[in-house]
C-alpha cells in the first residue's frame, strides 16, 4: 500500500496534474458559490471535456471539482443567507448572522479551515477503510452484488427531501429509465424505439438533462442574483487563538460526516444536518446556535467536507455511489474505460491512489486559494441568471455532442432537461433517479446471474451469510422510514434582522 501510495504521489505531483488540481479547486469555489448549482452539476459539465484526457488527469480533476464546490456552497450561504449547495444550509444559520454582525472574515475563516481540516481527515481515513472495503468485498459474488445494489437503492429512497413517498416516486422513474435497452440475458429490446436506445440511455447525456438543463429552465425563470456588501476584513489575519472550543466540533463533526457519507444516499445535506445538530446538544450554550455561534459554522462544514471523502470509499471500493455525485464519478469512470469496484484496486491500481494523493495535496491547496480568494468568490453572485442559463445550455449540449459525436445524445439531454425541470417544479428529488441509473443494472444483471448458477433457484440469495444480511438491511431500510413518523429537523430561530 505505501509503494502504491508513493506511486500515486509521482502521478499527481507531475505539472499536467497539479494544473489539472488547481484549475479545478478554482471552478469548484465558482460552481459552488453559485446558488442552485452545486458540486452534482460542476461534476457533469466538466465530465464532457474529460474524453480522451489521461485517467489520473481526468478524475484528479473531478474529484478536486467535486471537493471545492462543496465547500463553494458556504461562501454565499455566509454572505447572503443563500447557500450555493443544499449541504450549506445549516451554513447560513449561523453563517450570515455572523456577517451581519461584522464577522463575516471570520465566519469564512472558519468554514475554510473547518472545510479544509475536515477533508484532509477523511483522506486519511478514506486511505484506511478504502482498500479494507475492497478486499472484504473480493469475495462477493453474484448474490452479494445483487443485494448490496438493492441495499443502496433502498437507503437513496430516503433522498425525498423529508418525503420518503416522493423519495420512492423519484427511485421508481429512475428504475424505468434504467430498464431501457437490451435485455442482459435475452437481448431483446425493452422499450427501445430506436436503435440508439439498445445500449440504454446514455448516461452523461442524461446526467447533463437533469442536471445543468432543469437548473438553467429555473434560472430563466428567476431575475438576477443581488449582491450585498458585507464588510469582511482580513481573513488572512485572524488568530487561531480564536478556535479555542471549535477544534472539537470540528473533529466530531468530521467523524459523523465521514460515516454517513460512507452510507449510499445519505450524502452532505444530511451529514451537515446531523451534527449541526449534534453540535448544539452538547453545546454549554445552545441557545446561541443560530445567533452567529461559530460552532454552528464548522459543525456543518466540517460535516459536509467529510461526508465527501466518505462517499469515495464505498465508490471505489464496491462501486456503489455515496451520493448523486459520487454517481456522476463512476459514470466518468466507466467513460474512461475502468470499473469501479474490488478490482480496481488490482487492475487499476493508479486511479485510486492518485485521487488519494490528490486529496492530501490539494486540500492544502484549497485552503490556501480560499483564503486568497475570499474576497474574489463572492462576486460570482453578480452574474445575472439569464447569462449565466445560456453559458450552461451551451457547455451541456457541446458536451452531450460531444460525447458519441452524434446528435441523439443532444436530444437525449434536451429531453431530460425538461424532465428534470418538470420534476423539480412538482418537488420530486433527482438525487434518487441518478443513482437508481447506475444502480438498477448491476442489480439486474448479477440477480440474472445468480438465478443462472441457481438453475433458477431464488434460495441461492438465502445460503450467502453476507447477502442476507445485506437484504435484511435494506428490508429495514425501506420499511423503517414508512413505518417511523419523521420530525422535519428543528430550524434555530433567526438572528434578528436577518433576510
Not at 481526468?58 to 465547500?71: D, H, K, S
Not at 442536471?211 to 488572512?236: D, H
Not at 454517481?327 to 487499476?348: E, H, S, T, W, Y
Amino acid at each position: 500500500m505505501i509503494a502504491d501510495l508513493t506511486a500515486g504521489f509521482g502521478l499527481v505531483l507531475q505539472a499536467e496534474v497539479l494544473l489539472a488540481l488547481l484549475f479545478a479547486t478554482i471552478v469548484g469555489y465558482v460552481v459552488g458559490a453559485m446558488p442552485g448549482l452545486g458540486p452534482s452539476l460542476g461534476v457533469a459539465l466538466l465530465v464532457p471535456f474529460t474524453y480522451g484526457v489521461d485517467p489520473v488527469v481526468a478524475m484528479v480533476a473531478l474529484v478536486g471539482l467535486y471537493v471545492a464546490a462543496e465547500y463553494g456552497g458556504a461562501i454565499t450561504a455566509i454572505m447572503l443567507n443563500t447557500p450555493g449547495t443544499a449541504a450549506a444550509v445549516a451554513t447560513s444559520w449561523d453563517g450570515y448572522p455572523m456577517a451581519r454582525k461584522g464577522e463575516a472574515g471570520f465566519a469564512l475563516h472558519v468554514s475554510i479551515i473547518s472545510s479544509g481540516a475536515a477533508a484532509f481527515v477523511g483522506a486519511l481515513l478514506l486511505i484506511c477503510t478504502a482498500v479494507p472495503l475492497s478486499e472484504f468485498a473480493l469475495r462477493f459474488g453474484p448474490t452479494e452484488y445483487c443485494a448490496l445494489a438493492l441495499f443502496g437503492l433502498s437507503l437513496v429512497s430516503s433522498l425525498g427531501g423529508g418525503s420518503v413517498a416522493r423519495g420512492l416516486l423519484a427511485l421508481c422513474i429512475g428504475v424505468l429509465f434504467a430498464v431501457v435497452g437490451m435485455d442482459p440475458e435475452s437481448g431483446v429490446p425493452r422499450f427501445a424505439f430506436t436503435p440508439d436506445l439498445f445500449e440504454g440511455i446514455p448516461l452523461v447525456p442524461a446526467l447533463l438533462g437533469l442536471y445543468a438543463i432543469s437548473e438553467a429552465l429555473v434560472m430563466m425563470e428567476g431575475s438576477a442574483a443581488s449582491a450585498k456588501a458585507m464588510q469582511m476584513g482580513n481573513v488572512l489575519k485572524i488568530s487561531f487563538a480564536r478556535y479555542r472550543g471549535i477544534w472539537g466540533c470540528i473533529l466530531r463533526s468530521t467523524g459523523i460526516g465521514y460515516i454517513v457519507g460512507v452510507i449510499p444516499g445519505a450524502g452532505a445535506s444530511i451529514a451537515s444536518l446531523i451534527a449541526y445538530n449534534e453540535a448544539k446538544r452538547v453545546s454549554r450554550s445552545p441557545e446561541t446556535f443560530g445567533q452567529g455561534n461559530p460552532q454552528g459554522v464548522a459543525a456543518s462544514e466540517a460535516a459536509n467536507n467529510s461526508a465527501v471523502t466518505g462517499s469515495l470509499a464505498p465508490l471505489l471500493a464496491l462501486g456503489i455511489p455515496g451520493s448523486a455525485t459520487a454517481a456522476i464519478l463512476i459514470g466518468a469512470l466507466m467513460i474512461q474505460g475502468i470499473q469501479p469496484g474490488p478490482l480496481l484496486f488490482v487492475r487499476n491500481p493508479e486511479i485510486p491512489y492518485s485521487i488519494f494523493a490528490s486529496l492530501l495535496i490539494g486540500v492544502p491547496l484549497m485552503v490556501v486559494v480560499g483564503l486568497l480568494g475570499a474576497r474574489l468568490w463572492v462576486q460570482v453572485v453578480r452574474v445575472p441568471n439569464s447569462l449565466l442559463a445560456a453559458i450552461i445550455v451551451g457547455i451541456s449540449v457541446v458536451g452531450a455532442y460531444a460525447s458519441q459525436n452524434a446528435m441523439f445524445p443532444v436530444y437525449v439531454t434536451l429531453v431530460f432537461g425538461l424532465i428534470g425541470y418538470v420534476l423539480r417544479k412538482v418537488g420530486i428529488p433527482l438525487a434518487p433517479i441518478v443513482l437508481a441509473l447506475v444502480l438498477v443494472p448491476m442489480a439486474e444483471t448479477n440477480y440474472r446471474r445468480a438465478l443462472i448458477i441457481a438453475e433458477g433457484d431464488h434460495g441461492i440469495f438465502l445460503s450467502h451469510p453476507i447477502t442476507v444480511v445485506l437484504l435484511g438491511l435494506a428490508l429495514l431500510s425501506f420499511v423503517v422510514p414508512l413505518l417511523r413518523r419523521k420530525r422535519p429537523p428543528g430550524q434555530p430561530p433567526a438572528a434578528k434582522g436577518t433576510a
